[in-house]
């Protein structure tokens, strides 16, 4: 971001699950015959050390506060379809757009920087598909691409669900979103490079 100095981020989940000061992801879904909506919003608010391994940086003990929010709206067609009615196979193409903010501020010993701001929107298309295995458990993947607000970003999501009912499922899922983000030069440059992945529990 402008006006912040170029540090690295990188965590694994035992120690972003640590840093986590506060997060949030829910999302709804409605679907009649073969046209449906759906939403997702997602938050986090992160607090981590930053280049702790490398000389300089070090010493300056600094902590990024990272705040996100991410909402995301699609339009989804279901293009094929099979198997038995409570635990059918399908194939969805799905359309939208995705809201992206963040902020960020840098604290340390020897430094303590203004709170910088960034959003953007972007359109996104991409598709999903569900694999019945058995009468109540099912796999599940999606995959989307976007851009126009940012230069592109990546998404994908793979889920392991137990159906419970017509109307509710619960299971387990691993979620990747790459971002990169790349606007202006020299004192104007925007940039915003990141990749998060990890496990989350659904119902």
Same mark, same amino acid.
């Given at each position: 971001?402008?006006?912040?100095?170029?540090?690295?981020?990188?965590? &694994?989940? %035992?120690?972003?699950?640590?840093?986590? !000061?506060?997060?949030?992801?829910?999302? @709804?879904?409605?679907?009649?015959?073969?046209?449906?909506?759906?939403?997702?919003?997602?938050?986090?608010?992160?607090? $981590?050390?930053?280049?702790? !391994?490398? &000389?300089?940086? /070090?010493?300056?003990?600094?902590?990024?506060?990272?705040?996100?929010?991410?909402?995301?709206?699609?339009?989804? =067609?279901?293009? $094929?379809? /099979?198997?038995?009615?409570?635990?059918?196979?399908?194939?969805?193409?799905?359309?939208?757009?995705?809201? @992206?903010?963040?902020?960020?501020?840098?604290?340390?010993?020897?430094?303590? %920087?203004?709170?910088?701001?960034?959003?953007?929107?972007?359109?996104?298309? +991409?598709?999903?598909?569900?694999?019945?295995? #058995? %009468?109540?458990?099912?796999? %599940?993947?999606?995959? !989307?691409?976007?851009?126009? +607000?940012?230069?592109?970003?990546?998404?994908?999501?793979? *889920?392991? #669900?137990? =159906?419970?009912?017509?109307?509710?499922?619960?299971?387990? $899922?691993?979620?990747?979103?790459?971002?990169?983000? *790349?606007?202006? !030069?020299?004192?104007?440059?925007?940039?915003?490079?990141?990749?998060?992945?990890?496990?989350?529990?659904?119902?």
């Amino acid at each position: 971001m402008r006006g912040l100095p170029e540090v690295p981020v990188e965590k &694994p989940f %035992s120690d972003v699950w640590s840093d986590l !000061d506060f997060g949030f992801q829910g999302d @709804f879904e409605a679907r009649r015959d073969r046209w449906g909506f759906g939403t997702d919003i997602v938050y986090m608010n992160l607090g $981590a050390g930053v280049g702790e !391994d490398r &000389p300089i940086l /070090g010493e300056l003990g600094l902590e990024a506060d990272v705040r996100q929010l991410v909402v995301e709206g699609v339009a989804f =067609r279901r293009v $094929a379809s /099979g198997g038995k009615p409570e635990n059918p196979a399908y194939l969805d193409v799905l359309a939208g757009a995705r809201y @992206f903010g963040t902020s960020a501020r840098l604290r340390g010993s020897r430094l303590d %920087s203004t709170k910088r701001t960034l959003d953007w929107v972007d359109g996104l298309g +991409g598709v999903r598909f569900h694999v019945p295995l #058995g %009468s109540r458990l099912g796999l %599940s993947a999606r995959g !989307d691409v976007a851009g126009l +607000g940012s230069d592109v970003t990546w998404n994908a999501r793979a *889920d392991l #669900g137990v =159906r419970l009912s017509q109307r509710w499922t619960t299971g387990l $899922a691993w979620r990747w979103t790459k971002v990169d983000y *790349d606007k202006g !030069d020299g004192a104007e440059r925007k940039l915003f490079d990141m990749t998060y992945n990890g496990p989350l529990v659904f119902v």
